[in-house]
């Protein structure tokens, strides 16, 4: 079994990207920049947005956060969406979500010009992310196509199953792995809620990518022997030993069922670790298409 490690590679996207910003200091040109904006008090998400504003700050990009009470209205959100759009010095910008529920998250996603939507949201990129066009892909899939890279793992002709159809995760997920591209040219299998016979079908699975955030959801029983499974869950479970009193598992029962699996990813240190990077990747690619 290999470990698919998110937190080794995220840590070599950063550095090249580091990299590629003292270069372009050299020559003159200013570094990329990433805003996120952050509705309301929810303490995963300010954790997120604290983690994305750090890693600008580690490898040289200019960031700026801009914190709102819940009560901010829609009407509210959209004209400082629109002022970002504007802002020249804005390369792209993220609205965190899960936003309030008085404020229409389609609305939102839309809002956002797609030159600078490196969260990949924006209907027009997941559009061109369909048609197999250049685009701003989304950071979650993104990161997982970047550790398929990275590691070398044949892809195409394999059954690749997607448990969860979420549009920040699954959705695109099961369409990235289904183009006529590396990584891609799977037979994709994209099963959610609604899905009879969820354990046979991950049986089948040569890839098997789990996003439903739900602990433990993928069984040993589920896996079959050699597959590659990528966990993307991140679930808090009570846990009195540790020092904050919980901790982070996958949906995937990583302790039962990794020796059976070809290569897997932990959960920290997989999936997760490589989001934030490829959120930065993005806002390199924004920065370069509009001005450089
Ligand atoms: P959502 O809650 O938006 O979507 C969950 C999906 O799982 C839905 O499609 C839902 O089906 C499906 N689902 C739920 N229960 C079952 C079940 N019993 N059987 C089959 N399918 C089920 O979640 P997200 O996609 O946003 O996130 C999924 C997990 O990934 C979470 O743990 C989240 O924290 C994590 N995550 C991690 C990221 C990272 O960077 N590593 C980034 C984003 C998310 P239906 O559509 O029918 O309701």
Redesign the pocket.
Known sequence: MILLDGKALSNLVKDELKIEVEKLKSKGIRPPHLAAILVGEDRASQSYVRGKMKSCERIGFGSSLFKYDEALTEKELLKKIEELNKDEEIDGFIVQLPLPSHIKENKVIEAVSPEKDVDGFHPINIGRMAKNMDALLP??PN?ILEIIKHYKIETSGKHCVV????????MPMSILMGRKNYPGDCTVTL?????RN?KEICQTADILIA????AY?VTEDMVKEEAIVID????ALDDPSSEKGYKLVG?VDFDKLASKCSYITPVPGG??AM?IASLLQNTMTAAKKRRM
Not at 163 to 170: A, E, H, K, L, Q
Not at 191 to 195: A, D, G, I, Y
Request: glycine share 20%; aromatic share 4%; hydrophobic share 40%.
């Open positions: 950071a979650t990161g448990v969860g159809r979420s549009n920040i995760v699954g099963v959610h809620s609604r899905t969820i996003a439903i955030g739900k959801f993307v869950g991140i679930n949906d999936v997760g989001t």
